[in-house]
């Protein structure tokens, strides 16, 4: 049986606005024929038309097989399994951190003992707070670009591509908002043998807590500029608390209602009800922990080796235990919120 191609991942997913904007078909494609344009809300890829599958009967089928909007839903989950919850913080100063730093120390760690080779994540121009999809390779690279990217129109897994197929690294800590931690599961666990490249190079996966992302254009040239008077490189740090809370350079914060700001989220968020990154190697949000400091959900015995191998280096601390009510009440309610749409 022919496997399903970009003809029907665009018929499920992209003409029906389900598209998270993961990336995970653009970096999959053999064929490089997926892709994503620029502009403000893109809410899914496009193909220039070839396709192994459909063009010349080849058998692929990648970019349906690792979407990760494509057949059943993933079940509705608050916290998922665990081996253990802490609240941590890196040991060192981490200027940018979003939390606790402590994504950023287990990284760098991992980096400077040479369990990792590489880091697939989503950085940003400093002057612009454009994002984009990289691969960091130095631990001081990763220090630097510490802290959260809220308008986030980048299809994160896009350097994928480039860091398996063509730098070739086998050994890739990838770090991603939920919906590409679930694409990543299914590269993880996929028959297709195209695939396989991919899932024996991934060797930890990193999911961020996330409620929703805005669109880059929406958002900072939008409703910041636009109603707030506000440009990018006036802002150090963007953190959501139950509203936008934009902390200038000068030390002033603004705080943008998040009802204000519904039209800036991406349409694929609006179906999605996994806050907490269920099927990542170890999750990492805020919620959950005091106030600088990272609340860790670490889910697998890999996960485990690579927080344990920063403590032992002395680049993170963890208290164990975590606020489970607070995390279950936002989860729960993102459940609520996305199940209805
Ligand atoms: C879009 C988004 C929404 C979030 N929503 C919530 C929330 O509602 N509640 C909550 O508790 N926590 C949320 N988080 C997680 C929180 O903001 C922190 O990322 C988390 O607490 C880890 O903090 P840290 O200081 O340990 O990370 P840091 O040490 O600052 O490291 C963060 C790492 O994440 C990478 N990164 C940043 N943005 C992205 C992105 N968009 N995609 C992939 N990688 C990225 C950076 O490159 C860096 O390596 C969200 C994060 C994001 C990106
Ligand atoms: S959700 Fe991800 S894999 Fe699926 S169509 Fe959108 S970008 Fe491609
Ligand atoms: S809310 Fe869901 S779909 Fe949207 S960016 Fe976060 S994980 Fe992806």
Not at 20 to 48: H, L, Q, R, W, Y
Request: aromatic share 4%.
């Amino acid at each position: 049986m022919a496997q399903k191609n970009y003809l029907d991942l665009k018929a499920e997913v992209w003409d029906t606005g389900k598209c998270s904007g993961c990336g995970a078909c653009v970096a999959v494609c053999p064929a490089d024929a997926i892709s994503f344009k620029e502009g403000e809300m893109v809410t899914s890829p496009v193909s220039n038309g070839y396709c192994k599958q459909a063009t010349d009967n080849v058998r692929c089928g990648a970019c349906y097989a690792m979407c990760p909007r494509t057949g059943d839903a993933r079940p509705a989950e608050t916290l998922g399994n665990s081996i253990e919850l802490a609240c941590a913080k890196a040991a060192f100063d981490i200027p940018h951190k979003q939390s606790g730093g402590a994504v950023t120390a287990i990284l760098a760690s991992a980096l400077d003992e040479g369990l990792i080779d590489a880091v697939v994540t989503v950085t940003e121009d400093r002057f612009t707070l454009k994002p984009s999809s990289v691969i960091i390779t130095k631990s001081d690279v990763l220090i630097q670009q510490a802290g959260s990217r809220y308008s986030w129109w980048v299809p994160l897994l896009a350097a994928l591509k480039n860091a398996v197929v063509e730098r070739k690294f086998r050994r890739i800590a990838v770090v991603g908002v939920p919906c590409a931690v679930q694409a990543l599961a299914r590269i993880r666990t996929s028959d297709n043998d195209l695939l396989k490249p991919y899932a024996n190079s991934i060797r930890l996966v990193i999911g961020l807590f996330c409620t929703e992302t805005f669109d880059y254009t929406s958002l900072i040239r939008g409703k910041l500029r636009t109603h707030y008077k506000l440009e990018p490189h006036e802002i150090r740090k963007l953190d959501v608390k139950g509203k936008l809370e934009i902390q200038k350079n000068d030390g002033s914060v603004t705080n943008v209602p998040l009802a204000e700001l519904e039209t800036c989220i991406r349409k694929g968020c609006h179906i999605c009800t996994d806050l907490t990154a269920l099927d990542a190697d170890i999750s990492a949000g805020s919620v959950g922990s005091p106030s600088g400091t990272t609340t860790l959900i670490i889910r697998t015995k890999t996960g485990k080796a690579f927080v344990d191998a920063a403590v032992r280096q002395q680049k993170l601390t963890t208290t164990p235990g975590a606020d489970t009510a607070a995390i279950e009440k936002l989860a729960t309610a993102k459940i609520r919120k996305n199940s209805k749409t």
